[in-house]
């Protein structure tokens, strides 16, 4: 860690927007950065709840703490996303999961309307609200139309997601001229936002910038970010469909020419174009960027840097345990941890962190007394219960019925402790699959009364939900198939607010050595279902020994909180970024 203060001053102290700017200036970016040359956040998915835009996952939640800790650090950061005008919400009605969809006003979370943009699509000029909401110094930047449709509605290669990309990329584009805003640095959210590069790409060579010279240029200044691990699993697109919805916004011959010439049999995967347009590019853990298949056009293993994802701990933990790690100097005032926190974790003894586990349980029970459980039971926990939880977009990969295989096991490991399970997780829309093994798990449940009474699925994990949980449980559960998991948010928020983290040994976590938590590893899953039981016999005695509490959460805390913290995660892109 770096000894020297990254940024300029505490932000706290700044109440004027003027003094505010000077701050800014002073920044070591002043020559890169400025509030007219910001850096520019492009993504199809945003998820931030008090600003009106719900996602579908840890993308958009990573999105939205992207631009939380630029605030907070004082970097000028745009963001540019869709306003959907509807959106999605799980329900549980008769025992099965399904989804509802609400209408979404941006004018309710402070949103104005700025000026409309068009695309071109169809032979029709489409016609885009441009909306922005401004915070310090940055901003989101959004477009929407009340056609807009809703976040990965309808299939990833159809015309209705390269409608809502193009918009994104061309229009977007288009609003940030419209603004003033020029960008020094494109970040690229996924391959769903290349359209962006390519707009500008396309500015620069239609107005008489060298073809070449205007590539280099974009090249230089986009940053694509990966989150997928094989290019393999990704969604083409056809010329045709390039023809009606892409072709018609281009202005210079020589990029329209560059496009077409990237089809090959007539269909395209994003990620190539995407690879060609940006020279920066960057994958969301140590492990991810190193196992990320990807290949350029030539066939080429593409390499990716490693820029762990982090969480904005503002958010994230619990107030209590925030002014802790502030008055013992563990993190400082833009959330990086100081050079000296691993000794100052020793203040973290048993009574405190039982303290916060009290506070952070009246927390979940104010977030559970609307969301009952699959038997429409409302739960409240006392300071004595026990909780266990997995909590995480319920797909195949994450296995989110691991625990489950030996019931009887299960029912023996909690029975001893009288402890709780609680799975909450969104199955994504139209996941038959899923939704029929989260049927197949609720049954199995069922069919046990103590099981029954004991193991609680709770629909419409969201980020009350996600922040409810891991400060009032006790431990937390993820176990990843390995090699499957990029990154992973959902466990930082869980180390950040002392539980116990129970994992395999993949994605973020996966940056330190397995012995800082209770490592799952097995060479099949019968090896690890049999580890993952004895974890969690382990986490249960630990909870019950404040020597053993003390230890395993400082140690867990002092391997993973610089991974962690979202700060750091942006002191990583622009020292990438902007090379001293
Ligand atoms: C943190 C968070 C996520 C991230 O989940 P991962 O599976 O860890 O990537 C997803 N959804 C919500 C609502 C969250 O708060």
């Given at each position: ?23 800014v ?16 956040y ?9 600003n009106g835009?719900?996602?579908?996952g ?9 631009r ?16 959907y ?20 006003d941006?004018?309710?979370?402070g ?51 390269l ?7 061309f ?14 640095i ?48 990704e969604?083409?697109f ?6 009606r919805?892409?072709?018609?916004n ?5 990029v ?7 089809f ?9 174009v ?53 008055k013992?100097?563990i ?37 559970l ?9 409302i ?6 219960d ?18 489950f ?9 909690l ?21 029929a ?7 199995d ?19 009350e ?24 948010t ?36 019968d090896?690890?279902?049999?580890e ?45 970024l902007?090379?001293?």
């Open positions: 860690m770096n000894d020297e203060p990254y940024f300029y001053h505490p932000l706290e102290n700044i109440e004027d927007i003027d003094e505010f700017e000077a701050a200036e002073r920044t070591q970016f002043n020559k890169a950065l400025s509030p007219e040359r910001p850096y520019t492009w993504t199809l998915e945003l998820y931030d709840q008090e835009i719900r996602g579908g840890g993308l958009g939640v990573l999105a939205a703490d992207t939380r800790v630029a605030e907070q650090m004082g970097v000028p950061f745009v963001l540019i996303t869709p306003f005008p509807s959106e999605s919400k799980q329900v549980m009605q008769n025992g099965h999961v399904s989804d509802e969809h609400l209408p979404v941006y004018h309710d979370f949103f104005r309307l700025v000026d409309n943009v068009y695309v071109k699509c169809c032979g029709n000029l489409c016609k885009l609200d441009v909306v922005e909401k401004r915070f310090r110094n940055t901003r989101i930047v959004c477009v929407t139309e009340p056609n807009f449709g809703e976040l990965y509605s309808g299939m990833s290669g159809s015309d209705h997601r409608y809502q990309e193009v918009s994104l990329g229009g977007g584009y288009a609003a940030l001229k419209l603004l003033g805003l020029k960008p020094a494109m970040q690229l959210n996924e391959v769903a936002t290349f359209f962006a590069a390519l707009a500008r790409l396309d500015e620069l060579a239609s107005n008489g910038m060298d073809f070449y010279e205007a590539v280099v240029y974009t090249r230089k200044h986009t940053l694509y970010t990966n989150h997928t691990l094989v290019q393999a699993a969604a083409e056809s010329e045709e469909q390039f023809e919805f892409v072709y018609p281009l202005k210079s011959p020589a329209k020419k560059w496009m077409r010439d990237k090959e049999n007539g269909r395209l995967k994003l990620s190539s995407t690879i060609e347009i940006a020279e920066l590019r960057s994958g969301v853990s140590k492990l991810h960027a190193r196992v990320a298949n990807y290949r350029d056009i030539s066939g080429n293993k593409v390499k990716f840097r490693a820029v762990t994802n982090g969480v904005d701990l503002e958010k994230w933990v619990l107030p209590e345990i925030l002014t802790f790690y502030r013992y100097d993190i400082d005032n833009i959330g990086l941890p100081t050079p000296g926190f691993r000794d100052a974790l020793e203040n973290l003894s048993s009574e405190k962190i039982r303290e916060f586990k009290r506070a952070g349980r009246e927390i979940l029970n104010s977030v007394a609307d969301r009952p459980d699959q038997n429409g039971q739960l409240h926990f006392s300071d004595e026990f909780i266990f939880d997995f909590k995480r977009r319920f797909v195949d990969y994450k296995r989110p019925d691991l625990a295989r030996d019931l009887n096991r299960l029912k023996k490991i029975k001893e402790r009288d402890a709780h399970y609680i799975i909450a997780g969104r199955i994504h829309t139209g996941d038959s699959v899923m939704g093994k989260l049927d197949k798990l609720l049954a449940v069922e069919s046990d009364e103590f099981l029954n009474t004991h193991v609680h699925y709770l629909a419409n994990y969201d980020e939900l996600a922040f409810g949980l891991s400060c009032g449980s006790n431990v937390a559960i993820n176990v990843p198939i390995v090699g499957l998991e990029a990154c992973g959902s466990w930082m928020k869980d180390v950040a607010n002392l539980n116990l983290l129970i994992s395999t040994h993949d994605g973020g976590v996966a940056d330190v050595s397995a012995e800082n938590y209770l490592n799952v590893h097995g060479v099949n899953e090896e690890e279902l049999e993952l039981y004895r974890r969690m016999e382990e986490a249960i005695s630990a909870w019950e020994n404040d020597f053993d509490l003390e230890f395993l959460l400082q140690k867990q805390l002092a391997a993973f909180l610089p991974v962690i913290s979202g700060a750091r995660m942006m002191k990583d892109y622009l020292d990438y902007f090379p001293a």
